[in-house]
């Protein structure tokens, strides 16, 4: 199920002048990675990392690297910026379930809901955000529809 | 566990003063709650005051602008049920038998536009995680494909609580609204459109609680007082479990289906689709509390943040089944007439969310309802009252109150 995204926009291109927006969430590999956990105790997966379990509170979790294709499970646009936002409008945003069996809220590349549907297979791609001051490519994560595996996405 | 009494309600009506300060507000609010429960200075022995972006010593400004400090004066910060929270604390006080009156008031004064929330890290607003009504546009949808519910729908809360909102001097919008117009303002978040979604204002509103005297006692309260006396019978507040990915914890990640470790619920281990909500988990324990049931409200205040929460707090609050919110509502059982009458104030959509005054508005509605003192919007015979609250946190406060 892997190599869906290896030649995505960004792991190539842009990946030497990219920086993450945060640490320790995604690899920007070829391919990608999520960053997660799963708990010892009860076998939950977790995202993002950490040592003490969010669902059953044991200590003691292993990492783990979620799939990165799955399915989406709900969806929207945002169509003006919220406070604090750096990027373009409209993007793309919803939940995409992974087999692990773990729920992850993310971007999509889709900005049209209309052109989305319920469990529709979508897969992980590193996608700018906004330039930081040293003109550097700032990069997270979403999700794009496998159906419209487009080379770049506008707005993004 | 001693009776809990409303002696008195107050208000500063909701909407944009930028001209009020916070602490002028709360003031407002606090004198009138104070007048009618004919409470003076030195007649309560402590204050609790919810705010959830207010600041430092917000609750001590108001009561040191009328000189009526000495007592302890709590801040409470709970988001959008911060005033539940406030609540929550001062009648536990006085059922417990530590105090004999409190004063509960809440107060805020928010920008215009989408809430900033310290609760997201910089990463998530610069990478425009943080928009909160995308959080509410994905739990509409899912709504939608759970709970038969539609646009139109949607829609029909807005022109529902907006044609209350006329009734209501305390409300920000006045005007009625159509189902058409509703559907044609500017899509925020799809399936949300603008008037959908409730407006961050400024406004205050206070209670006074007291000891309900001891049977054959009248605790100097004059007759009419005692007439028109209101029962708090429970205000509870709950925080989430873990696992939804959608609820009010907002998450950046949940569990599918698989199974959930429900902390606080007798560890058991319980499907995600039958994971109480924190609404549910405070629901169920006001009923208990209150002794009362979905089946004995009259009327109604709950948390339209969105058109979609109103409609998802029928079912968590018990008011109709689960799935069931779309049909519920078609039958029109919530409208006034109806057979259980929501959010009567007008609710947020058309008085505004000042945070920390919005759970303690509610309450200041139905006391005056089961008062029948309500006006245009009054509820004949209405006896028993629920309101609810919840936001981020999870935070949810759900009141019951008995006329
Ligand atoms: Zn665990």
Redesign the pocket.
């Given at each position: 199920m892997t190599g869906v995204s290896s030649e995505g926009p960004l792991v190539g291109k842009l990946a030497q002048r990219a920086i993450a927006v945060t640490a320790g969430l995604f690899e920007m590999g070829d391919p990608p990675r999520l960053l997660a956990s799963s708990?010892n105790?009860?076998?939950?997966p977790h995202f993002p990392r950490q040592e003490t379990?969010p669902?059953?509170?044991?200590d003691g979790c292993t990492d783990i690297e979620l799939s990165n294709n799955g399915t989406l499970w709900a969806w929207t646009a945002v169509t003006s910026a919220p406070p604090g936002y750096k990027g373009a409008v409209p993007y793309g945003f919803g939940v995409v379930e992974l087999p692990e069996g773990i729920r992850i809220v993310t971007r999509l590349t889709e900005s049209d809901p209309a052109r989305l549907s319920y469990g529709e297979p979508v897969h992980l791609e590193i996608v700018p955000v906004y330039q930081d001051e040293d003109g550097r490519d700032v990069v997270t994560f979403a999700f794009a529809a496998d159906a419209s595996d487009a080379p770049v996405q506008g707005g993004e | 566990m001693d009776r809990v009494e409303v002696a008195g309600v107050g208000m500063h009506p909701f909407g944009r003063f930028p001209d009020v300060s916070l602490t002028q507000m709360g003031v407002v609010a606090v004198r009138a709650a104070l007048k009618e429960a004919g409470v003076e200075r030195g007649g309560f022995q402590a204050a609790f005051c919810g705010t959830a972006y207010g600041g430092v010593a917000s609750g001590h400004k108001v009561l040191g602008a009328i000189g009526m400090t000495g007592m302890p004066i709590v801040d409470v910060e709970a988001g959008c049920a911060s005033g539940g929270a406030a609540l929550m604390l001062a009648a536990s006080s006085i059922a417990s038998g530590q105090y004999e009156t409190v004063l509960v008031f809440g107060i805020e004064k928010m920008p215009k536009g989408m809430i900033r929330s310290s609760f997201f890290e910089p990463w998530q607003e610069e990478s425009g995680m943080s928009a909160t009504p995308a959080y509410f546009a994905l739990r509409a949808q899912r709504l939608m494909q759970t709970s038969g519910v539609t646009k139109e729908h949607l829609a029909r809360v807005v022109v529902k609580n907006r044609s209350q909102g006329v009734l209501n001097c305390d409300a920000m919008y006045r005007s009625l609204v159509s189902e058409g117009e509703v559907l044609s303002s500017r899509l925020v978040c799809e399936p949300l459109h603008l008037w959908m979604l409730c407006s961050p204002n400024e406004g205050a509103a206070a209670v006074v609680l007291t000891r309900a005297p001891s049977h054959g006692a009248n605790a100097g309260l004059t007759r009419e007082s005692r007439a028109s006396s209101v029962s708090l019978l429970a205000a509870v507040l709950r925080s989430h479990l873990p696992g939804p990915v959608l609820g009010e914890s907002t998450p950046m990640a949940g569990l599918v289906e698989s199974h959930v470790?429900a902390s606080g619920e007798d560890g058991a281990f319980v499907n995600e689709a039958t994971l109480p909500s924190a609404t549910t988990l405070a629901a169920r324990s006001a009923y208990e509390e209150a002794g009362v049931g979905p089946e004995d409200l009259d009327v109604v205040e709950c948390q339209d943040t969105d058109a979609a929460r109103e409609l998802l707090s029928y079912e968590e609050l018990g008011l109709c089944s689960d799935g069931g919110a779309g049909a519920f509502f078609a039958t029109g059982a919530t409208e006034r007439g109806g057979r259980l009458p929501v959010n009567m104030s007008g609710g947020l959509l058309s008085k505004g969310e000042p945070l920390g005054a919005s759970a303690l508005g509610q309450v200041v509605e139905l006391v005056r309802q089961l008062r029948g003192d309500a006006g245009d919007r009054q509820v004949d015979g209405a006896r028993v009252a629920l309101s609810h609250t919840v936001g981020r946190g999870a935070n949810a406060g759900v009141v019951i109150l008995r006329g």
């Open positions: 708990c105790e009860c076998g939950q379990c669902y059953c509170s044991a | 470790v």
